[in-house]
């Protein structure tokens, strides 16, 4: 996926593998940016993680149908 919306433009690669215990999810995100975008980048960062997190927990709670 590429996001150019946003504060800064990214690059995000999903890959899910099967794994004994469900699936394993992994996420890379590759983004730049200058300015502003490159002095914010740590908070960004977090930001971008919790994001995710969030995602992943609700595609989880869709995909195994609890609550």
Known sequence: MVSV???MPMHVTCTF???PSGT???IRVQGGGGGF???AAPLLARQV???I???LRDLELRLT???
């Open 5 to 7: 919306a946003g504060p």
């Open 24 to 26: 394993t999810a992994r």
């Open 53 to 55: 997190g969030k995602d």
């Open 49 to 51: 993680r919790t994001s």
């Open 17 to 19: 593998d099967p794994h």
């Open 37 to 39: 975008c490159r002095m």
């Open 65 to 67: 149908g609890t609550k």
